[in-house]
């Protein structure tokens, strides 16, 4: 077995809007710009699915049976790959009805280590380069986690090898990062030793207001040697990129925040 897997990094928040899906989407298109010949899969755990359909997958899917995450953790059973709309980023995808799988994931006799299960199986190839299994076919593994501490969410934690948490410089999102320091504990504690937290990520930062920087402080002061060098900066490019469904590097790779990104894919995995 030729192993090629390098990292499986969770993208963690149980709040909305701080970035998850933009940071997993713009470090995978990041990767593969980088390095030609990695191939980085991406994971969508989260009912919005937003992931999904700015890699290029269609909400209509939902509808006809295709084989999506919702299905192979339902079933602890192969995890589907396809292809997306950018060279050498490949989708498990995700689907609305994950907003029911804890109750299915109960029904299994360890919940929180289905998808480590279905991690450990051979791949639903639904491409035509021949995958076989995680381990084998891809260099990173990144997920975007629902924004709550969920089934799901400690699912990922369990198959993960490290943990980035985005947080965006407001009072609400930098209180909540206590709960997720807990839950990581736990899973570190009972179910995976190997976890490690990979970082504490500024999002979405406008440097101009005071409280920001005092928020910024905080976050260094409280988590000292957790905290990212790298600030991921608030800037209209990447809103427009996601309108068009394209990844900040096809739409303007030289934008403050397509630079953020990119030294952000250095900072963690040089």
Not at 6 to 14: C, I, S, T
Not at 76 to 94: D, H, K, M, S, W
Not at 145 to 159: F, K
Request: charged share 20%; hydrophobic share 40%; aromatic share 8%.
């Amino acid at each position: 077995m030729v192993t090629r897997l390098k990292e499986v990094l969770a993208v963690v928040n149980n709040k909305g809007g701080v970035g998850k899906t933009t940071t997993v989407q713009s470090l995978a298109a990041a990767l593969v710009r980088e390095h030609k010949d990695y191939r980085v899969l991406v994971v969508d755990l989260d009912p919005q699915m937003h992931l999904s359909i700015l890699h290029g997958w269609s909400a209509a899917n939902d509808h006809m049976n295709i084989p999506t995450i919702y299905s192979a953790m339902r079933h602890a059973t192969n995890i589907p790959v396809y292809r997306t709309t950018r060279e050498g980023v490949f989708l498990v995808p995700g689907d609305t009805t994950m907003q029911d799988v804890d109750s299915d994931l109960f029904r299994q006799m360890n919940p929180k280590k289905v998808l480590q299960k279905c991690f450990g199986l051979p791949l639903d190839d639904h491409t035509d380069i021949g995958l076989t299994t995680i381990i084998e076919s891809f260099d990173y593994v990144l997920i975007d986690c629902p924004p709550a501490l969920s089934q799901s969410t400690y699912n990922a934690m369990t198959v993960a090898t490290g943990l980035l948490v985005p947080v965006q410089m407001e009072g609400l999102s930098v209180n909540g990062l206590g709960n997720i320091i807990l839950a990581m504990r736990e899973v570190q504690s009972e179910l995976n030793p190997n976890l490690k937290l990979r970082g504490l990520l500024p999002t979405m930062v406008d440097a101009r207001p005071k409280i920001v920087k005092e928020f910024v402080d905080y976050l260094r002061r409280s988590y000292q040697g957790y905290v990212c060098q790298t600030m991921i900066r608030r800037n209209v490019k990447m809103n427009e990129a996601q309108t068009m469904a394209k990844d900040i590097y096809d739409y303007k790779p030289y934008s403050p925040v397509g630079i953020d990104y990119e030294m952000l894919c250095k900072e963690l995995f040089n």
